[in-house]
Nanobody
C-alpha cells in the first residue's frame, strides 16, 4: 500500500505560480496512475488532473492550459505545476494514486483512487 505526502502549497497572488509535489512511499510508484483533486470550502472534491503510468495526462477544463501534471518515477513523485493562478483555484489540493489500471489509462473519477494524501492548502489572493 502506497503512502502519499503532498507539499508545495501556500499563499500566492493571482497570476502567480506554484508547484505542488506528491511523494509516494511503500509501493512501486511506476505501477500507479496518479491524480490531483481539490476541495474548496463548502464544495465537493473535484478532479484537477491525472496522469497514467505511461505519462498520458488529462485535465479538468477549468485548469487546461494553466496546470501541468508530470511524474518522475525515479523520485517516486508526481508534480502539479500551476501557472496563472486565479482566485477560484483556492482549495485544499489532494494527491491520489491507484495501481489497478492498465498502462495508458488515465482515471479521472474520485472513486477510481484508493490511496489519498492529507492535502495541501493553496490560497490565491487578489
Amino acid at each position: 500500500q502506497v503512502q502519499l505526502v503532498e507539499s508545495g502549497g501556500g499563499l500566492v497572488q493571482a497570476g502567480g505560480s506554484l508547484r505542488l509535489s506528491c511523494a509516494a512511499s511503500g509501493g512501486t510508484f511506476s505501477s500507479y496512475a496518479m491524480g490531483w483533486f481539490r476541495q474548496a470550502d463548502g464544495n465537493e472534491r473535484e478532479f484537477v488532473a491525472a496522469i497514467s503510468r505511461s505519462a498520458s495526462a488529462s485535465y479538468a477544463d477549468s485548469v487546461k492550459g494553466r496546470f501541468t501534471i508530470s511524474r518522475d518515477n525515479a523520485k517516486n513523485t508526481v508534480y502539479l505545476q500551476m501557472n496563472n493562478l486565479k482566485l477560484e483555484d483556492t482549495a485544499v489540493y489532494y494527491c491520489a494514486g491507484d495501481d489497478g489500471y492498465w498502462y495508458a489509462y488515465v482515471p479521472i473519477e474520485r472513486s477510481q483512487y484508493r490511496y489519498w494524501g492529507q492535502g495541501t492548502q493553496v490560497t490565491v489572493s487578489s
